[in-house]
């Protein structure tokens, strides 16, 4: 059982998921990580989806930043994205995860800020717990 699982669309961005690491170990919060493509590889990430006991979801991706919409498509539990800076400063990935249909909601924090999406993931368990 984890509380959260961080996803990166690819290995390139590990940088940003190192942030998210280092708040959710110094606040004591399980996590499970994964790299796993919605562009690439979208079975595994819908058997990875079904099978993850997490609570909250962290979605990290640049580029056409396609992975937390896809996530939120497949589950009701909460979903976080970071959008990470590649060749357009991260716009392109910012408003691909903002920019999600009604009904499909996805949580987006700024750009490479992967302490903000682990800090909200802990406030959206403190709800549960509290
Ligand atoms: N946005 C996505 C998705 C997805 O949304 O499924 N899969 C990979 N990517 C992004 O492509 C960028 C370049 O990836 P590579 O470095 O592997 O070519 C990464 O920032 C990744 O998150």
Redesign the pocket.
Known sequence: MVDVAVI??????TAVAEKVFSVLREQGVSYDYQVI????DPDR?DDYIRSSPCRVFIA?????????G?IASKTARPVIGVP?S?KLMGLD?LL?IVQMPKGVPVACVGVDNGENAAHLAIRMLALASE
């Open positions: 990166c669309g690819s290995a390139s961005d493509s919605a562009h690439r990430l990290i991706a640049g580029l056409s930043a396609a992975l937390p896809v990470v590649g990935a691909s």
